[in-house]
């Protein structure tokens, strides 16, 4: 059973176009987030919710928006992409916040804008 | 604003070798650290948390330590094997914040 699944696993799309990545867990886990690797490997969080509710918008354009229609999933909705959006996306989640819980991540969606 | 430094970026060492990643943070302010393991093409595993209260934790063949005042962490594999080749990656959970903030990482390549 995969604990956090996200779909698709790859996007190659265009400029300009409009795509949403899906996240799901089945941990039970009450906070979920998505994270964003560059093409120098480095890993930033985007986004936080616990419960449902948004606890960290990390400075994101409003290009992005991340939407939870319950705890087991948080879907990322990207407006208008851009060349510079192209990264491999990562979904995680914990038990709690992440002060007191390790984080399991999803295996990843890699975008690519042309 | 926090700062997570491995160094090196990366290493190679025969099979059998102990090793010893490093990890370190400009602010000591944190709620726990944990490590990460990410191998080509996949997500992160997560291998151990130690909370900014304990000192190390040990899973099988690897033991983490924290010294949360001078900002260090390590991780220590004994008796290294092909199988240990990945990015190993550490993040501390910045106090106040709820975020995790992540060290580039450092490329591991056991060699047999």
């Known amino acids: 059973d995969t604990a956090v699944s996200q779909t698709p696993k790859y996007l190659v799309t265009q400029m300009g176009n409009d795509k949403s990545i899906k996240c799901e867990q089945n941990l039970g886990h009450d906070t979920m987030y998505w994270y964003k690797q560059d093409s120098k490997k480095f890993l930033k969080i985007m986004f936080s919710?616990?419960?449902?509710?948004?606890?960290i918008n990390e400075t994101v354009p409003n290009r992005f928006s991340p939407k939870s229609p319950d705890k087991a999933h948080l879907n990322l909705h990207i407006n208008s992409l851009e060349l510079g959006d192209s990264a491999v996306y990562f979904c995680?989640?914990?038990?709690?916040?992440?002060?007191?819980?390790?984080?399991?991540f999803g295996p990843g969606t890699r975008l690519t804008v042309t | 604003k926090q700062e997570v430094t491995q160094i090196p970026a990366a290493l190679s060492v025969p099979e059998g070798e102990n090793l010893v990643l490093n990890c370190s943070f400009t602010?000591?302010?944190?709620?726990?650290l944990q490590w990460f393991r990410q191998d080509p093409g996949k997500g992160l595993t997560s291998l151990l948390l130690?909370?900014?209260?304990?000192r190390e934790q040990t899973s099988g063949r690897l033991n983490a330590s924290l010294d949360k005042s001078s900002g260090r962490s390590t991780l220590y594999i004994a008796a290294s094997q092909p199988g240990d080749s990945a990015t190993y990656l550490c993040a501390v959970t910045q106090g106040g914040s709820e975020k995790l903030v992540f060290g580039k990482g450092m490329k591991l390549t056991v060699n047999p």
């Open positions: 919710y616990n419960n449902k509710e948004l606890i």
């Open positions: 602010d000591s302010a944190i709620y726990n």
């Open positions: 130690i909370q900014s209260s304990q």
């Open positions: 995680a989640s914990s038990q709690g916040l992440a002060d007191s819980y390790e984080q399991y």
